[in-house]
């Protein structure tokens, strides 16, 4: 027994291959099959067609004399229908299709002996759908007697535009429906431009009798256009002998269409170059005018660069006879345009002139500025080289400098040139320099930043110190206002003050580049002398101005600062009359300077005993009510009381009673009601009033007009009620 080692299967990218190999197939065939499916279900109509024609010969052979009686020619359509009727035909069995009984049929034409057969099929399946439709035209036949008319003459084509007619073929073709008689004979003649060109020539097609029956196999005759011509050829084809096969002639001319042969060059005749082949940075417009002296007619212009490019359309104009193109891609080439008419011919090229377009911006690189965004008292150098950049290049044509986009652009010093720029500021500015520079095209770069110029050439000045204490004692904080300007037309800012004591030396004050500047002592000293000035950012300093202090201990003398507000006392009553006053707190300064606080505080008060509260205590009261009295009537409507204390809403004194009443009910005066009880039968009631009830069968329950209510008396005959009123009430009398 024979053991197999490693045995695998299909790897699942293996099984994914083969399967999208199959579904590939499976697309490829489908529609392959679909197709033979088709072209086998139409061979079965056509077999169908070919007994339908065995059945029609069948069927003339029977009939002939009835179809044509006894005329040579005739056309008659032999029905589906009358086919079937004479047992010649079954119907069609293709997949349950149906044959339309009008449009299927058998066209018979007969010519002396000889027949012709044409079959017209239409058929459809269970829903309408058509499968198969080869009709003929219905009715053709329809009153149409024995043949007198002659054949036909057809020229394809029968007319062709522009063209150069290299190798052109015409066809003559002629048939006829009842065949042709043999050796029928023509004559060809050629005008050209309206004027008869050439030698005619007698053509004979040399056919057999009953050739040609229909234009499909018609006898036909090749001939060529003139060759190497140039105008409008017509052809004329003269019968000679064409006969049917019965002998009818025809006789007419037939005459063909316009041939247009065109084998002449059109010329350029004009053209412009709006840049004149110089360098430009836009579009650059082209014409060109082209001429072909009334033949074709100019079909394209093109232009090309070399003559091995390819010709390429010109921009879409109508006609194409004055074309306009617009260049808008860069390039530095001579531009050609040619001519072409409708039959192909083309002109000489001939030269517009370069297109020279350059869009691309130059560039300036490498800047350099030697005090660039800082502020100076001396001069500034700035250089930087431009370059022209781009597939295409004009060439640097010259550099600029400006301040602002609204500046004229300034050309650079005599030592620069259009790629190495140089230039030297020595005048005060603070200013942003910008460096463009231009391409021969007229492109400009974008402006590149050499950074600022800050040039400051001029001193500032003191203006002024304040010293509110200058010689006299004043404690730590004094505060000493130094006030300086710039001066010059350009000004850098203000950098620092400086000081010195006496004959010391200048001492930078840490952050203190502006003006007005406060410069506050804090220690004690002696009375000194200081010496101010100011200095700029561009290192320019000023002449300087002097100052004496002198600072003691704050709190050797005291005085009252920072009071509270006033603020009133409560009053001693709260109404009949009482007093208040007004006081507030105030903190202690120093006496040299009120913004230095001392230890210890003081009371101040003002308005000392002022009236308050003189108003009536019992001005305004509240009153403590006791409960009601009883009514004071014993029936019908009477009254009731309640009795209280005011009090003062001030002070909760008494300030004397009060009192109030309302309305009150005591009851009816009228006696109170009661109740009766009688029978129901003829007795008098407790009133001294008869009344009778009617207690036959089906006497049903009963109210009557007075509420009271009454029940089936039943065979007892007895009733009971119970009727509220006074005593003095007489009821009337009641009845059922």
């Not at 790897?11 to 579904?23: D, N, P, R």
């Not at 040399?206 to 050739?211: A, E, G, Q, T, V």
């Not at 010293?467 to 010059?488: C, F």
Request: net charge negative; proline share 3%.
């Amino acid at each position: 027994m024979k053991v197999f080692k490693n045995k695998k299967g299909f790897t699942l990218v293996e099984l994914l291959v083969a399967i999208s190999i199959m579904g590939i197939i499976m697309v490829i065939a489908l529609p392959q099959i679909s197709n033979i499916q088709q072209s086998n279900k139409k061979t079965k109509y056509k077999k169908y067609a070919e007994s339908m024609l065995s059945s029609a010969k069948l069927y003339t052979d029977s009939y002939t004399e009835d179809m044509f009686g006894n005329n040579t020619s005739g056309c008659v359509d032999v029905l589906y229908a009358d086919l079937k009727d004479k047992d010649l035909l079954k119907d069609i069995k293709v997949d349950g299709s149906t044959c339309s009984s009008e449009d299927t049929f058998v066209r018979i034409r007969k010519a002396n002996d000889h027949y012709f057969y044409d079959t017209s099929i239409y058929c459809t399946d269970k829903n309408r759908k058509v499968v198969y439709d080869e009709r003929l035209t219905r009715g053709a036949c329809e009153g149409e007697g024995p043949d007198v008319e002659g054949p036909k003459i057809k020229i394809t084509p029968n007319s062709k535009g522009w063209t150069k007619g290299t190798d052109e073929k015409i066809t003559i073709k002629i048939w006829d429906e009842y065949g042709m008689l043999e050796n029928a004979k023509v004559r060809l003649t050629w005008t050209k431009d309206g004027v008869a060109y050439g030698t005619p020539t007698e053509v004979s097609f040399k056919n057999k009798r009953y050739d040609g029956e229909s234009e499909e196999n018609a006898i036909k005759h090749e001939i060529t256009v003139p060759q190497n011509e140039t105008g409008i050829f017509v052809l004329t084809v003269s019968p000679v002998d064409v006969r049917d096969s019965l002998g009818n002639y025809i006789l007419t001319n037939v005459v063909s269409g316009e041939y247009k042969l065109d084998n002449q060059k059109p010329i350029i005749t004009g053209h412009t170059n709006d840049s004149d082949s110089v360098w430009v940075n836009r579009d650059v417009k082209i014409t060109a005018q082209a001429d072909d002296y009334s033949r074709s007619g100019i079909k394209q212009i093109y232009y090309y660069y070399t003559e091995t490019d390819k010709k390429t359309d010109w921009d879409t104009q109508s006609p194409k006879s004055s074309v306009v193109g617009t260049w808008t891609a860069e390039r530095n080439q001579e531009v050609f345009v040619i001519a072409k008419d409708y039959a192909n011919n083309y002109s000489d090229p001939v030269s517009v002139g370069y297109v020279k377009i350059d869009k691309t911006k130059p560039e300036v690189s490498n800047v350099t500025n030697t005090k660039k965004n800082t502020w100076t008292n001396g001069n500034v150098a700035i250089t930087a080289t431009a370059a022209d950049k781009g597939s295409i290049k004009s060439g640097i044509d010259a550099s600029y400098y400006y301040y602002t986009e609204t500046d004229k652009k300034t050309d650079w010093d005599s030592d620069s040139t259009a790629t190495s720029i140089k230039g030297t500021w020595s005048a005060e500015r603070n200013q942003e320099v910008f460096i463009i520079t231009k391409d021969k095209a007229g492109n400009y770069s974008d402006p590149v930043s050499a950074g600022k110029v800050m040039i400051d050439k001029t001193e500032p000045v003191v203006t002024g110190i304040s010293n509110p204490k200058n010689g006299v004692k004043t404690i730590a904080g004094l505060q000493v206002t130094l006030s300086g300007e710039e001066r010059g037309t350009t000004v850098s800012g203000i950098s620092k003050w400086q000081y010195k004591e006496g004959s010391g030396s200048w001492t930078d004050i840490a952050n203190s580049g502006y003006s007005p500047y406060v410069d506050t002592f804090t220690q004690i000293r002696a009375a000194t002398t200081f010496s101010y000035r100011i200095c700029d950012v561009a290192g320019n300093c000023s002449d300087s101005q002097d100052t004496v202090v002198e600072i003691v201990e704050p709190c050797s003398s005291t005085t009252a600062v920072n009071c509270g507000a006033w603020a009133w006392s409560d009053c001693t009553a709260t109404c009949g009359g009482g007093t208040q006053y007004e006081s507030r707190t105030c903190s202690l300064a120093s006496a040299y300077d009120e913004s230095i606080s001392c230890p210890g505080t003081t009371t101040q008060t003002r308005n000392e005993g002022y009236s308050c509260n003189a108003h009536d205590c019992c001005g305004w009261t509240w009153t403590d009510w006791g409960e009601w009295g009883g009514c004071d009537a014993t029936c019908g409507w009477g009254n009731r009381y309640k009795y209280g204390t005011k009090y003062s809403h001030y002070n909760n004194q008494d300030c004397g009673s009060d009192s109030t009443y309302e309305a009150c009910d005591a009851g009816s005066c009228e006696p109170p009601p009661h109740e009766h009880d009688w029978n129901c039968r003829d007795t008098q009631s407790p009133y001294g009033v008869s009344f009778k009830w009617d207690c036959t069968a089906g006497h049903k329950d009963h109210t009557s007009a007075f509420g009271i209510v009454c029940c089936t008396c039943g065979a007892a005959k007895t009733f009971s009620a119970t009727l509220w009123c006074p005593d003095n009430y007489t009821p009337p009398v009641f009845g059922g």
